[in-house]
C-alpha cells in the first residue's frame, strides 16, 4: 500500500515542477523583452500604377479611373520588394504580397489584405499576415493596419503595422513598415 502512495506523489511532484519550469522560462522570456513586443522596420519599393511592364502593383479589376487604384469596385494587386533600407540597393529582405480594394464611396481609401513574406535573413522562411485600410494621403501620413498572424518564426503573432510613405516618384512609392508584434 505504502508504493501505490508514492507514485501518485511523485507524479504531482513531477508536474509541479515541469510547471514551475514552465513559468521561470516564461518569466525569462518576458524580461528578455521589457516592452512585451516586438519591434522591426524595413521598407516597401513599390514600382506603382502606370509605370510599365515592370510594375509591381497593377489592377485586376479597374471600375472606375483613379490615380491612386482607390477608386471604388477597383481591385488591385501587389508584389513589392521589402528592403533593409530606404535606398534601392539596400538589401532584400522579402516581398509584401496582396491586393488593395476601393472600398470607400469618396474614394479615399482602400482595404488592403497582405503578406509580407521574407526570403532572407534572420526571419527567411516566416511571414507576417495584416489587414487593414490604406487611405489615399499625403506624404508622411502614418497609418495603421492589423498583424492578424503569421508563420514560422512568427507563429501566433498579432500586433499592428504603421506604415509612413516617405519617397514618392512618378514611378515608384517607397514606405517605412514599422512592425509591433506580440504572440501568444
Not at 3 to 19: G, M, N, Q, R
Not at 73 to 88: A, K, Q
Not at 92 to 108: C, F, K, T, Y
Request: proline content about 3%; cysteine-free; aromatic content about 10%.
Amino acid at each position: 500500500m505504502a508504493a501505490s502512495s508514492v507514485i501518485p506523489s511523485f507524479l504531482l511532484f513531477l508536474f509541479v515542477a515541469a510547471a514551475a519550469a514552465a513559468a521561470a522560462a516564461a518569466t525569462a522570456a518576458a524580461s528578455s523583452n521589457p516592452n512585451g513586443y516586438m519591434h522591426l522596420r524595413f521598407y516597401n519599393h513599390e514600382r506603382i500604377l502606370g509605370s510599365g511592364p515592370s510594375a509591381t502593383v497593377v489592377y485586376a479589376v479597374q471600375r472606375r479611373d483613379s490615380n491612386s487604384g482607390a477608386g471604388f469596385g477597383n481591385v488591385i494587386v501587389y508584389d513589392n520588394l521589402l528592403r533593409s533600407g530606404v535606398e534601392t540597393d539596400s538589401p532584400i529582405v522579402g516581398r509584401n504580397q496582396g491586393m488593395g480594394v476601393g472600398s470607400s464611396l469618396a474614394e479615399n481609401s482602400g482595404l488592403t489584405n497582405f503578406q509580407l513574406v521574407f526570403t532572407a535573413g534572420k526571419y527567411n522562411g516566416s511571414s507576417l499576415a495584416l489587414q487593414g485600410l490604406f487611405p489615399v494621403a499625403p506624404l508622411g501620413t502614418v497609418f495603421e493596419r492589423a498583424i492578424t498572424g503569421g508563420t514560422g518564426k512568427f507563429r501566433l503573432a498579432r500586433g499592428y503595422l504603421l506604415t509612413t510613405e516617405v519617397r514618392a516618384t512618378n514611378t515608384t512609392l517607397t514606405g517605412q513598415l514599422d512592425a509591433y508584434i506580440t504572440f501568444r
